[in-house]
């Protein structure tokens, strides 16, 4: 388990400071400003993703009728939460939680706890680390019935884009047909000022996931289409992707789509 340090930026804490959350450290607080300085479009960013995370649980759930759902790369608890917006929909609904942050275990196992339908558990594990994810998953979910696999603003952490792929079709390869795999990540088309790209990339990759890469949208297509995953839509920018009344119109550097395992 990773120790605790307060002093040191972290890409969960900074992002729930942008959300508007209150675990975080004055040391994210800083480096979030940081990055809002260079790019203040990184709000309506992440609000967007995180919107569109909502969206995409509840399409899941409510037109696909996938009711199991693992969650890589959580970050801080901030309602509504996967399993809250699931089992909203599906009291029976269960979540598994991945996250490897030892303040993101902490308030994981505090709050996202199981009801007497549903039920939610905590895996500490890296998002390289797939056979113990898909290993501690199964001690919850049932793998013989389609999975959701929600892949959150977190494969930017990986800066080798075949490294990320590779993630990507091993988790795939692991699940039952019928499965989905979500992903959304932030895209540098939008970008025009390669200044800003640079200082975006050096800023975010000071936290302590290490290295961020912003890739393109043709790179996300590609991440969502390993492992015999067959794209559901074409991937769009999250606030364009099955908007609904509360959905901000702005135009955002964030990206997703959902493919399905077929066999």
Do not use: C
């Not at 759902?69 to 979540?95: S, Y």
């Not at 390669?194 to 890469?213: M, T, V």
């Amino acid at each position: 388990m990773n120790e605790l340090d307060t002093s040191v930026v972290h890409s969960a804490r900074r992002y729930n400071y942008w959300l508007g959350g209150k675990d975080n450290f004055a040391v994210d607080r800083e480096s979030g400003d940081a990055i809002t300085k260079i790019y203040p479009q990184i709000i309506p960013d992440v609000r967007g993703n995180r919107e569109w995370m909502h969206r995409g649980v509840r399409h899941v759930v409510a037109d696909l009728g996938i009711t199991q759902i693992v969650d890589i790369g959580v970050g801080i608890p901030m309602e509504p939460n996967v399993h809250e917006v699931a089992q909203r929909l599906n009291p029976a609904a269960r979540v598994v939680y991945v996250d490897n942050d030892p303040l993101v275990m902490t308030h994981a196992r505090a709050l996202m706890t199981s009801t007497a339908q549903g039920a939610t558990a905590y895996v500490d594990a890296d998002m390289r680390d797939t056979d113990r994810i898909l290993a501690a998953a199964r001690e919850t979910l049932d793998f013989t019935r389609p999975v959701a696999v929600l892949l959150v603003a977190v494969l930017h952490f990986i800066e080798d884009l075949a490294e990320a792929q590779q993630i990507v079709a091993r988790l795939a390869a692991g699940l039952p047909a019928g499965s989905v795999v979500a992903i959304s990540h932030f895209t540098r088309d939008g970008i025009d000022d390669p200044l800003i790209e640079a200082s975006i990339d050096n800023a975010a990759g000071s936290a302590a996931h290490g290295p961020f890469a912003a890739r393109t949208v043709a790179e996300v297509n590609e991440l969502l289409t390993v492992g015999g995953l067959t794209l559901l839509e074409p991937v769009v920018e999250v606030n364009q992707w099955r908007p609904d009344e509360q959905t901000k119109k702005e135009q955002v550097n964030v990206h997703g789509g959902l493919a399905r395992k077929t066999s």
